[in-house]
């Protein structure tokens, strides 16, 4: 039989499941080397906490590692239904909120080590949290994807931690989550047909439509991002609105340091800006997470879905 200590929360909707003791042994070194070992050999631990029956197909996991520096707080490995990602806004804020309720960190600035680099986070006396993503940056602007038919799509490239295809759309109001993902599905599909890609090859795994804000949010835009295991973001996730600061930078619709709203899907809000960075932008996101659960997972030796239900039910 094994444990695993967790505290789940949710941040502006979207779960995050922060795990404190159990996760398997995954060596020393860069978070990005223990985020391949966990894929291997540690997957087993993927599965139980993200399958059915003791997770579902959008929470995303966060395994705390001891760090590589006395400097940092911590390290941090985000897991999904897919595998694992290079960084998680919505998770880190998450991450933050669950170290805060468990007393292991008090107001003021951390830093995480995640695989896809150092990121500062900021617990506010309000219980706000603020992190300094990895620096972001557009690849390719105007891309134009044949879709389905006569049908195309034109959007940018961009880098926020994960890799992100930003495209405008008339309105997000009136299509289903079911709809939305099925579009976004499309044009995934479409990117990997045609050979757009991130930097070095990378697959652009994270879709991102933007439409003008339709409630009382006073925010400046809303936005739909499909993530790469066939789940939607309900937070206005963090690294796809790190790669949104890139963009709005790199066409010079947003000033360094001023303010932009994103509101998501389910009409929750993150507030960013950014500074200037050597080959991008450095983004600030704020955002705020609540603690839904304090929980040990069991995973019974005697249990056949100890490991969880793979997809098609095995
Ligand atoms: O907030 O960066 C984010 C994120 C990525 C995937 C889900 N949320």
Same mark, same amino acid.
């Given at each position: 039989?094994?444990?695993?200590? *967790?505290?789940? $929360? @949710?941040?502006?909707?979207? /779960?995050?499941?922060? =795990?404190? #003791?159990?996760?398997? !042994?995954?060596?020393?070194?860069?978070?990005?080397?223990?985020?391949?070992?966990?894929?291997?050999?540690?997957?087993?631990?993927?599965?139980?906490?993200?399958?059915?029956?003791?997770?579902?197909?959008?929470?995303?996991?966060?395994?705390?590692?001891?760090?590589?520096?006395?400097?940092?707080?911590?390290?941090?490995?985000?897991?999904?239904?897919?595998?694992?990602?290079?960084?998680?806004?919505?998770?880190?804020?998450?991450?933050?909120?669950?170290?805060?309720?468990?007393?292991?960190? *008090?107001?003021? $600035? @951390?830093?995480?080590?995640? /695989?896809?680099?150092? =990121?500062? #986070?900021?617990?506010? !006396?309000?219980?706000?949290?603020?992190?300094?993503?990895?620096?972001?940056?557009?690849?390719h602007k105007d891309v134009e994807v044949?879709?389905?038919?006569?049908?195309?799509i034109t959007g940018d490239v961009a880098?926020?931690?994960?890799?992100f295809f930003l495209a405008a759309?008339?309105?997000?109001?009136?299509?289903?989550?079911?709809?939305?993902?099925?579009?976004?599905?499309?044009i995934?599909?479409?990117l990997?047909?045609?050979?757009?890609?991130?930097?070095?090859?990378?697959?652009?795994?994270?879709i991102e439509l933007f439409?003008?804000?339709?409630?009382?949010?006073?925010?400046?835009?809303?936005?739909?991002?499909?993530?790469?295991?066939?789940?939607?973001?309900?937070?206005?996730?963090?690294?796809?609105?790190?790669?949104?600061?890139?963009c709005?930078?790199?066409?010079?619709?947003?000033?360094?340091?001023?303010?932009?709203?994103?509101?998501?899907?389910?009409?929750?809000?993150?507030?960013?800006?950014?500074?200037?960075?050597?080959?991008?932008?450095?983004?600030?996101?704020?955002?705020?997470?609540?603690?839904?659960?304090?929980?040990?997972?069991?995973?019974?030796?005697?249990?056949?879905?100890?490991?969880?239900?793979?997809?098609?039910?095995?």
């Amino acid at each position: 039989m094994q444990k695993i200590a *967790a505290i789940d $929360t @949710h941040t502006g909707g979207e /779960p995050t499941r922060v =795990v404190f #003791a159990g996760c398997p !042994d995954l060596g020393g070194g860069p978070m990005r080397e223990r985020a391949d070992r966990l894929q291997g050999r540690g997957d087993w631990f993927r599965q139980a906490l993200i399958r059915e029956p003791r997770g579902c197909d959008w929470i995303v996991g966060a395994a705390l590692q001891t760090p590589t520096s006395t400097e940092s707080t911590a390290g941090v490995i985000f897991f999904n239904n897919a595998g694992c990602l290079g960084m998680c806004g919505h998770g880190l804020i998450g991450v933050v909120e669950a170290m805060a309720y468990r007393a292991l960190i *008090a107001q003021g $600035t @951390h830093r995480f080590e995640t /695989p896809a680099g150092m =990121v500062t #986070a900021t617990l506010h !006396d309000n219980r706000d949290v603020s992190f300094e993503n990895v620096e972001s940056y557009r690849l390719h602007k105007d891309v134009e994807v044949q879709l389905a038919g006569d049908e195309s799509i034109t959007g940018d490239v961009a880098y926020g931690g994960n890799w992100f295809f930003l495209a405008a759309v008339e309105s997000l109001a009136g299509a289903s989550t079911d709809e939305l993902s099925g579009r976004c599905r499309a044009i995934r599909e479409a990117l990997g047909a045609q050979h757009v890609c991130g930097a070095n090859g990378a697959e652009i795994d994270h879709i991102e439509l933007f439409a003008p804000p339709t409630n009382n949010n006073r925010a400046e835009s809303r936005n739909f991002v499909l993530c790469p295991g066939g789940q939607y973001d309900r937070s206005p996730c963090g690294t796809g609105t790190s790669a949104k600061l890139a963009c709005l930078a790199a066409d010079g619709r947003l000033a360094p340091g001023a303010r932009w709203r994103q509101e998501s899907i389910v009409g929750s809000v993150f507030e960013a800006t950014y500074a200037l960075s050597p080959n991008g932008v450095a983004p600030t996101i704020t955002g705020r997470a609540f603690v839904t659960g304090e929980v040990t997972f069991i995973l019974d030796d005697d249990d056949p879905f100890r490991f969880g239900i793979a997809a098609g039910g095995r």
